[in-house]
Nanobody, 122 residues
Framework: QVQLQESGPGLVKPSQTLSLTCTVS??????????WSWIRQPPGKGLEWIGT???????YYNQALKSRTAVSRDTSKNQIILQLGPVTPEDSAVYYC??????????????WGQGTQVTVSY
């Protein structure tokens, strides 16, 4: 019953920092073996991986976005946080978070949030 829900502003202005929160229920983000990620889909384009944070707290980033990206966690609130900035209109997209569980046999299960629309505009 792992569930993920994204939240944050639907509209941000260019040059500002976008902050999104993924709230996880049904699993502890600090318990192995989970990996938590942010992915986005700009209009008319494919999915783009932004970054991942492991259950240990170690972050990994898409090198194309690394300089503007920070993925962190708040274990007390069971949340994964994305910070992206400064943003441009090209950052407008549907943003998703997901979680991947890997069992002792190497099998995985993936859980997705429903996504949240973010528009970068004045």
């Amino acid at each position: 019953q792992v569930q993920l829900q994204e939240s944050g502003p639907g509209l941000v202005k260019p040059s500002q920092t976008l902050s999104l929160t993924c709230t996880v229920s049904g699993a502890s983000i600090g318990t192995k073996p989970y990996y938590w990620s942010w992915i986005r889909q700009p209009p008319g384009k494919g999915l783009e991986w932004i970054g991942t944070i492991a259950y240990s707290g170690a972050p990994y980033y898409n090198q194309a976005l690394k300089s503007r990206t920070a993925v962190s966690r708040d274990t007390s609130k069971n949340q994964i946080i994305l910070q992206l900035g400064p943003v441009t209109p090209e950052d407008s997209a549907v943003y998703y978070c997901n979680g991947v569980f890997v069992d002792s046999q190497g099998k995985s299960a993936t859980y997705w949030g429903q996504g949240t629309q973010v528009t970068v505009s004045y």
